[in-house]
Nanobody
């Protein structure tokens, strides 16, 4: 059994920052590529960022590049999403996801490639 728990969401003003955390339990954390996705009301879930098992590779959606940073601490079984310069359009429920079988970075933006998901944490950016 693998469980993911997100934390760090909240309400911030436009231009502010938040850091999301996702802690994984149940299997060796270093065996998973990790991703962040988000879903806004009335919209489909979309890819935000991903990081490889060794943290040597990262990927970001065009909408967050330059503002968000994904990182991981394998000793703490935790992946982070540092979000800076937040905009109202960043408002969404943010989900952490773990992928055990991904072997090629070209697929990290596909949500169906991920095996386990957290319950989500709400991020609201006010104007």
């Amino acid at each position: 059994q693998v469980q993911l728990v997100e934390s760090g969401g909240g309400l911030v003003q436009t231009g502010g920052s938040l850091r999301l955390s996702c802690t994984v339990s149940g299997r060796t954390f270093g065996n998973y590529a990790m991703g962040w996705f988000r879903q806004a009301p009335g919209k489909e879930r979309e890819f935000v960022a991903a990081i490889s098992r060794s943290a040597t590779s990262t990927d970001y959606s065009d909408s967050v590049t330059g503002r968000f940073t994904i990182s991981r601490d394998n000793a703490k079984n935790t992946v982070y999403l540092q979000m800076n310069s937040l905009k109202p359009e960043d408002t969404a429920v943010y989900y952490c996801a773990a992928a055990f079988t991904i072997i090629n970075s070209r697929v990290v933006r596909r949500d169906k490639e991920y095996d386990y998901w957290g319950q989500g944490t709400q991020v609201t950016v006010s104007s």
